[in-house]
């Protein structure tokens, strides 16, 4: 029984810190996202149909929901509280399994939703300054002037747009006057690319998490394990 002690105090501690470090990781994400929303509000997001949906509160959330699972894990491992445990494993694993579901549909539905991506971001330019729109209209000139691009599919794209009758100036590869020589490259192209330059730092960071996510289900649950059989043992 002393060898049982030993391994529950040992996970006790190990589950304890684990999720400290999650909660104050929780924390510095949750800080960032507060320092997006105050310096940079007014670049909001190119989509006209999740206009919610911005680097800031997507940060926000995430870091909500990590230091309310860190501290959750926290507590059960502290209190030695299977209560506690069980939910902290449950939450985590529903969200686990989301990103899994999430990551296999956007794989295997990637065209469709290059489609409906490049429709939204048309959608989108129709409100390029419009009042009331301000952060979008920030958010085209940041990328086009950041990517050297024009348009969704190509510059043509602003002809379309009822009611401006010039190319934005982010547009234009000089300044723009007399005549607007635009970038000859489509923005979603361009900012593919990029991804796609950067995808091996995203796998890693993606394949991290799940790791640490892993781990964290396997501590929790044996530290659950533990716990009921010193409580049986001692019943």
């Known amino acids: 029984m002393a060898g049982s002690h030993r391994c529950l105090g040992c996970l006790k501690y190990l589950m304890f810190i684990f999720n400290l470090v999650f909660w104050l990781a929780g924390c510095g994400l949750f800080g960032v996202g507060v320092w997006l929303a105050v310096t940079q509000a007014p670049f909001a997001t190119l989509s006209s149909s999740f206009p919610s949906v911005s680097a800031a509160n997507l940060i926000l959330v995430a870091g909500g929901v990590t230091m309310v699972i860190g501290f959750i894990g926290c507590l059960g491992a502290v209190k030695e509280h299977r209560c506690l445990l069980m939910s902290f494993f449950v939450i985590l694993l529903l969200i686990v399994l989301t990103e899994v579901i999430v990551g296999g549909v956007l794989y295997f539905y990637r065209k469709q939703f290059d489609r409906n991506a490049e429709e939204d971001l048309k959608k989108g330019m129709h409100f390029y300054n419009k009042k009331g729109n301000e952060g979008l209209s ?3 000139d940041t990328v086009q002037e950041k990517f050297k691009c024009c348009g969704v599919s190509n510059s043509s794209d602003w002809n379309e747009i009822p009611g401006i009758s010039e190319f934005p100036r982010s547009c234009c590869s000089g300044t723009g006057r007399p005549v607007c020589k635009t970038w000859d490259t489509p923005c979603y192209k361009q900012v593919k690319d990029w991804l796609h330059e950067h995808i091996h730092s995203v796998l890693v ?31």
């Open 138 to 140: 920030v958010a085209w």
């Open 205 to 235: 960071f993606g394949i991290t998490i799940i790791i640490v996510q892993v781990f964290a289900l396997g501590f929790s649950l044996l530290l659950y394990c533990q716990i009921r059989r010193a409580e049986k043992y001692l019943n």
